[in-house]
T-cell receptor
Framework: EDKVVQSPLSLVVHEGDTVTLNCSYEVTNFRSLLWYKQEKKAPTFLFMLTSSGIEKKSGRLSSILDKKELFSILNITATQTGDSAIYLCAYDNYGQNFVFGPGTRLSVLP | NAGVTQTPKFQVLKTGQSMTLQCAQDMNHEYMSWYRQDPGMGLRLIHYSVGAGITDQGEVPNGYNVSRSTTEDFPLRLLSAAPSQTSVYFC???????????FGPGTRLTVL
């Protein structure tokens, strides 16, 4: 059965810290992996990764995919309280839908 | 563009009642889907549609019906509400399956 595992499930850091969130997947077919940030309401899109080893960056956030080892990481440098959210990863398995992991709840303390 | 809209924002039902959650998008997206989100379980796919007139089941379809008569609208019907359907429901759309999904603001449903 295809599944997505995220770790840690919960993380508390202080402003200025750097965090690494992990997403591993076991799938029969793989097309892409996506990261979303969910604050109080709907998830918002961060990155889509389709190729191994190519880092995607947006400000203090970056992400990379390893298709051989079947995982992705999301890095956040110099964290701010506004980074507090649930971070979701999901993969697209060519099955016309996405499968989401349980999410990592990040809390950034001032 | 309003993006993806959902109504209502909140709803309380009694066990056995039926209701329809509305979802609409104005981006001319072909792909639409419904998820439910429960604590610690991420988003689970209920039903999805790859275009008007075409729907299919996701991971947790039991107790829910959908239809897609137009590209814009994708309502989710609860046939006979049960306490296990207490959840937050999100509708999402994308240009095609596999592309970035845009989510609506969610409906928080409580079934007593």
């Amino acid at each position: 059965e295809d599944k997505v595992v995220q770790s840690p499930l919960s993380l508390v850091v202080h402003e200025g810290d750097t965090v690494t969130l992990n997403c591993s997947y076991e799938v029969t077919n793989f097309r892409s992996l996506l990261w979303y940030k969910q604050e109080k309401k709907a998830p918002t899109f961060l990155f889509m990764l389709t190729s191994s080893g190519i880092e995607k960056k947006s400000g203090r956030l970056s992400s990379i995919l390893d298709k051989k080892e079947l995982f992705s990481i999301l890095n956040i440098t110099a964290t701010q309280t506004g980074d507090s959210a649930i971070y979701l990863c999901a993969y697209d398995n060519y099955g016309q839908n996405f499968v989401f992991g349980p999410g990592t709840r990040l809390s950034v303390l001032p | 563009n309003a993006g993806v809209t959902q109504t209502p924002k909140f709803q309380v039902l009694k066990t056995g009642q039926s209701m329809t959650l509305q979802c609409a998008q104005d981006m001319n997206h072909e792909y639409m889907s419904w998820y439910r989100q429960d604590p610690g379980m991420g988003l689970r796919l209920i039903h999805y549609s790859v275009g008007a007139g075409i729907t299919d089941q996701g991971e947790v379809p039991n107790g829910y019906n959908v239809s897609r008569s137009t590209t814009e609208d994708f309502p989710l019907r609860l046939l006979s509400a049960a306490p296990s359907q207490t959840s937050v429901y999100f509708c999402a759309s994308s240009y095609e399956s596999g592309s970035e999904q845009f989510f609506g603001p969610g409906t928080r449903l409580t079934v007593l």
